[in-house]
């Protein structure tokens, strides 16, 4: 395995996805604006990473996972649930 900008780029967002995870078992209040902002940003960059290093399987897990949060960030941010 190589560490070109692909590869960092996606242990960053693998990073931030699992971030969020913790963020979310571990908060006594969770932000919803956070974890889903951490999500989709995780997923922008692993879906840049699989642009390079592409995997069909992964493109899309990545891809819905990215929509998912994108509709989870456009919520919380509708009902104002920055907190």
């Given amino acids: 395995m190589t560490f070109d900008l692909a590869n960092i780029l996606g242990l960053i967002g ?8 913790a963020y979310s078992n571990m908060a006594k209040v969770l932000s919803f604006t956070l ?7 995780g997923a922008v960059l692993l ?7 592409f ?5 899309a897990l990545e891809v819905i996972w990215a929509f ?4 989870g960030l456009a ?6 649930k920055a907190s």
């Fill in 35 to 41: 974890f889903n902002l951490l999500n989709l940003v």
């Fill in 68 to 71: 998912i949060a994108l509709i």
């Fill in 47 to 53: 879906i840049y990473s699989l642009t390079v290093h």
């Fill in 14 to 21: 693998s990073g931030l996805m699992v971030i969020a995870y």
């Fill in 55 to 59: 995997n069909v399987a992964s493109m």
């Fill in 75 to 80: 919520k919380a941010l509708r009902k104002g």
